[in-house]
């Protein structure tokens, strides 16, 4: 008889077909086996863990037993050895060097360049409006967030850069060819590096920061080609987590009206006297809640893998070393155990109350741990500004015949992109009729 400290989780007999959406199979095994079960998938020994008592000891408890899994390697081949992928002492001496371009001031500095950003694209939208036609809100909100990492990351060498990276937002697969196009990627970063460095040019933009970055225990710069695989991170990460969950952000307020009613009034008694500043953010509180709500909906990192460096005891179970450990947002922040109506769009559920009640790690969107996303609070603001801004005077009507369908792939997409008729608040204007999504 196997002891109890060398319990082994049921699971699936047959092992995951890779024809098959990776998302659905978990989801339908998690209904099948709970909040912890094995699984063989993509040829390696699996534990999906799906219960924030899991997740807190992978990621915080015993983080340095555990190494990144399976997907990182996806991610690696794109990216390089960047802070996503990097491990050990290389990954801490990478994030120590890295850290101070998100301090509170540098995030600060560029909080008048999301508010015009913001601006530009409501006038786009407004004009949209006063004809009556649709706008494509993935690729323009894909097109502003990235537009704005380019700024922030190359300053003035950024109309330069803008037409290369491009095809980030108007091509929306991620496969073979987008990687060639990002090695060509890193030629160009080089050259900008290489001109800056001949006029002895260190701007205040994240590249300038990165160059004048030190290690602290030798005094090293960092070496170019780690500083691209940075960069490119920076570029990649910075960009599609937002633009998804801001795509999610105006579909589910365009499903659900009582929300949106909600977060209109709060805009409306709170931006009276004007767009508020940076430090003012706090007080909209409801629209902090809707965020919150997406994020936990549609976590843009859906999936998160680690291997076990050593054996290791996972609650009641035995885990052996080798073995990889699914950890999905997706999934523990819509175990009906942790949530009331799960799959439903219930943005009062972050009201403080209720949260203060809720277990810890119910909510990982950007990881936990010493590894926790090390642009949370970046996102968060722009995100915020973003739906202050354009909420506060515009209402988007989803123009799907049909409910929006996932796409599964490292970040969780649309299927499609999310087409929307901007309506001007204030007015009766109503989308054309045959258009409207169906109830």
Not at 235 to 248: D, P
Not at 400 to 423: C, H, Q, T, W, Y
């Amino acid at each position: 008889m196997t002891s109890n400290l060398k319990r082994i989780p049921n699971g699936p007999a047959e092992k995951y077909d890779p024809s098959v959406d990776l998302l659905e199979w978990l989801s339908h095994n998690f209904s099948r086996y709970g909040d912890m079960y094995r699984a063989s998938i993509y040829g390696a020994d699996v534990y999906v863990a799906s219960h924030p008592r899991y997740a807190d000891h992978v990621l915080r408890v015993n983080w340095q037993n555990y190494r990144k899994g399976q997907s990182n390697r996806r991610v690696g081949f794109l990216l390089g050895n960047g802070l996503m992928v990097s491990e050990g002492e290389f990954w801490k001496t990478q994030r120590q060097m890295i850290q101070p371009v998100f301090h509170e001031t540098a995030v600060a500095a560029l909080f008048r360049a999301m508010q015009a950003a913001n601006i530009a694209l409501l006038h786009q939208w407004e004009q949209t409006a006063q004809k009556a036609a649709s706008v494509n809100l993935t690729k323009d909100i894909s097109r502003m967030v990235l537009d704005l990492v380019l700024l922030w990351i190359f300053g003035e060498d950024c109309d330069r850069m803008e037409p290369h990276f491009r095809v980030l937002s108007e091509e929306p697969a991620r496969n073979l060819q987008l990687v060639q196009t990002f090695k060509s990627f890193r030629g160009l970063v080089l050259e900008v590096i290489a001109q800056r460095r001949s006029r002895n040019r260190f701007a205040e933009d994240i590249l300038g920061m990165l160059l004048g970055a030190r290690d602290r225990q030798t005094g090293r710069a960092m070496p170019d080609g780690q500083l691209v695989s940075e960069i490119l991170t920076l570029i990649v990460a910075g960009h599609e987590t937002t633009a998804s969950t801001l795509n999610w952000t105006w579909y589910l307020l365009s499903q659900n009206p009582a929300a949106e009613e909600k977060l209109t009034a709060e805009l409306a008694a709170l931006t009276a006297e004007g767009f508020p500043g940076i430090g003012d953010l706090h007080k909209f509180v409801h629209t902090g809640h809707v965020l919150e709500e997406v994020l936990r909906l549609y976590p843009a990192g859906w999936l998160m893998t680690r291997r076990a460096l050593n054996d290791d005891q996972l609650g009641d179970y035995f885990l052996p070393a080798g073995a990889e450990v699914y950890i999905s947002p997706y999934l523990i922040q819509r175990n009906p155990a942790l949530w009331d109506r799960p799959d439903s769009f219930d943005p009062d559920r972050f009201d403080s109350a209720l949260v203060r009640e809720r277990c810890p790690l119910s909510m990982l969107p950007f990881s936990a741990g010493p590894r926790k996303c090390i642009g949370e609070s970046f996102a968060r603001i722009e995100m915020q500004v973003h739906l202050i801004m354009v909420a506060a005077n515009l209402h988007l009507q989803y123009a799907g015949a049909n409910p929006m369908e996932l796409d599964v792939g490292v970040n969780l997409r649309g299927k499609s992109d999310f087409i929307m008729f901007p309506v001007i608040r204030g007015t009766n204007r109503s989308q054309p009729s045959g258009d409207r999504p169906a109830a």
